[in-house]
């Protein structure tokens, strides 16, 4: 058993018989890696283990998304023995920010955009935190998407970056988990220096 799953699996036996359930919450390739951890808690035999999942500019492609994460969406009708997922949150940049964004000064956009153009064996590979591909995505019930303009709403972070230092995403991210407002909700000066 890897490492990350013996720890998944003691959070699992030690939650067994109560009420609560696992959060996960990834940052761009993080959507990958907890991607691979939904496969192997599969094993596990505990379909209700995850509440809710939250990606922040995910670096995953839609192929992956589509493979790993939306079968999990409407498990109840398609394989009862998947780990299920109630609740998929994702938080992207608006297209204009992507374009706007860069890459150690280096390149000249997001990161995802360096993904999907360079880092893909495919030229443009369709990437699940990029607004522009977001019409490859099926809509179900428990997937939200919000897109940041920078300024006002659920998320505000300008990069891709951004997001883990954002007030209002992790406050969100917070606020879906505990559904209801944080007590202590994160302040700007608490997600300087990330």
Do not use: W
């Not at 591909?133 to 505000?156: A, E, F």
């Not at 007030?167 to 000066?189: G, Q, R, S, Y």
């Amino acid at each position: 058993m890897s490492d990350g799953l013996f720890v998944i699996n003691s959070f699992a036996e030690a939650l067994k018989d109560t009420h609560l359930k696992i959060h996960l919450a990834g940052h761009s390739t993080g959507a990958v890696l907890l991607g691979y951890l939904l496969n192997a808690l599969d094993t596990m035999g505990i379909p209700d283990l995850i509440e809710s999942c939250n990606l922040m500019a995910p670096a995953c492609s839609i192929d992956f998304y589509k493979k790993n994460y939306e079968p999990r969406l409407q498990v109840q009708e398609i394989d009862k023995t998947k780990v299920k997922l109630p609740a998929l949150s994702l938080f992207n940049l608006k297209e204009q920010l992507e374009l706007d964004d860069n890459v150690g000064f280096v390149y000249r956009k997001s990161l995802l955009y360096l993904v999907s153009r360079a880092l893909e064996r495919q030229n443009d590979k369709p990437i699940l935190g990029m607004q522009r591909y977001s019409k490859k995505l099926t809509m179900h019930p428990g997937l939200t998407i919000d897109y940041s303009n920078g300024k006002k709403g659920v998320t505000n972070s300008t990069s891709h970056g951004g997001f883990d230092n954002d007030v209002a995403t992790m406050n969100t991210i917070m606020t879906k988990i505990l559904k209801k407002a944080p007590t202590k909700p994160f302040t700007k000066e608490e997600m300087k220096g990330y």
